[in-house]
């Protein structure tokens, strides 16, 4: 009986804020329904300009959960910009809480409501979020061959056109790094010996075609690349070996008592254009990234171990930036749960919302 409490009591550190998350998309996704049905007469500026808002009022709340709840420490190294900038983020790749680091910079810096995702194909699946990710200007890309360069081109180009700020989160790697997955890693590795590229150890080798294309299909819309490298503290064993990053759940039960992040500002006029010199740019971009990891995992210097580089400086979110999100979108969201119409249209959402969305990242990808 103990342990059953002890069991369900740590479910709860999870299933608590993903409740609420979950809860609130409903409601959410109605405002913003509304707001694009009545901006359809409206330049896209206007639209994306109160699209942004209400994305950063979302999110805020996701942020509110992963850092105020779970108290996590965010330690970063470098200078973010104070002001808000139109920018490529790129980022090594270990689990699913990473795009959870993409939101906790451009807070920062104001900018949440400015961030949309390079996303794998198959996330277009997921109920409603699916859907909404590919309205706020996400991008689905399938790997290899069935790679859609005119499709992305030309919703990046969309955008761009229409003045909408840019925070655009890539993973060059493709797919996570996961210590566990000794064949993927050797699978990269091996594609690296191939190509004649640097073998990386701490992550995998980058593939440069959606960064690429991304880079000079707005390059003069952009200010810069956010090159930042992200390391989870807690996650070096026993033995002393790695091992994988914490999940989001495992995130939100406060299982990660720190995230390192590593930030470096480079300004788009030093990225080379060509294809073949921007591969070597971003290959070494992640060399560089691997030292660092193999010096935060592996240095025999104990004042070295679980940091980078250069003076870290803790960055705590004020409650004022996230809280305020919670109680709007809880505001909007308990009316509905409160009368029988309220909950048939709050079901209605996700079913046919879900449903809608299928069909509509298939027909217009």
């Not at 200010?223 to 914490?246: H, N």
Request: proline share 6%.
């Amino acid at each position: 009986m103990l342990l059953s409490l002890v069991v369900h009591t740590y479910s709860l550190r999870y299933w608590f804020p993903a409740t609420i998350m979950l809860g609130t998309a409903p409601a959410y996704l109605l405002s913003w329904g509304a707001w694009r049905l009545l901006s359809t007469v409206l330049p896209a500026r206007v639209y994306h300009k109160l699209d942004d808002r209400l994305y950063c009022i979302y999110q805020s709340m996701v942020l509110f959960f992963f850092e105020n709840y779970t108290g996590v420490e965010i330690v970063i190294y470098g200078d973010i910009p104070k002001n808000k900038e139109n920018v490529i983020y790129l980022s090594n790749h270990q689990c699913t809480a990473d795009w959870i680091i993409a939101d906790m910079l451009a807070i920062r810096q104001s900018a949440i409501g400015h961030v949309r995702y390079v996303l794998k194909d198959g996330l277009k699946w997921l109920p409603l979020y699916g859907w909404y990710f590919s309205q706020h200007g996400g991008i689905y890309v399938k790997r290899s061959a069935k790679f859609n360069e005119k499709a992305m081109k030309k919703k990046l180009s969309t955008q761009t056109q229409s003045g909408a700020p840019m925070y655009l989160v890539i993973f060059p790697e493709g797919t996570r790094y996961n210590p566990e997955l000794k064949n993927v890693i050797a699978d990269s590795q091996a594609f690296a010996t191939k190509e004649g590229l640097a073998v990386l150890k701490h992550t995998l080798t980058p593939r440069m075609k959606a960064s690429h294309i991304a880079i000079e299909t707005m390059r003069g819309h952009l200010d810069a690349v956010y090159d930042v490298t992200v390391a989870y503290e807690g996650t070096l064993g026993p033995s002393g070996r790695r091992k994988p990053a914490p999940s989001m759940p495992e995130f939100l039960c406060k299982e990660c008592p720190r995230v390192h992040i590593h930030f470096d500002r480079v300004d788009i006029e030093e990225i080379p254009p060509e294809p073949v010199f921007f591969r070597r740019w971003l290959h070494e971009r992640f060399e560089m990234k691997d030292r660092l990891l193999t010096d935060f995992y592996e240095s025999e210097d104990a004042d070295k171990i679980h940091k980078f580089p250069r003076e870290g400086k803790p960055s705590p979110l004020k409650l004022s930036k996230t809280l305020p999100s919670v109680l709007i979108l809880g505001g909007l969201t308990l009316p509905l749960l409160m009368t029988e119409n309220g909950r048939k249209l709050y079901v209605r959402t996700w079913v046919y919302g879900t449903l809608l969305g299928w069909l509509w990242v298939n027909i217009f990808p």
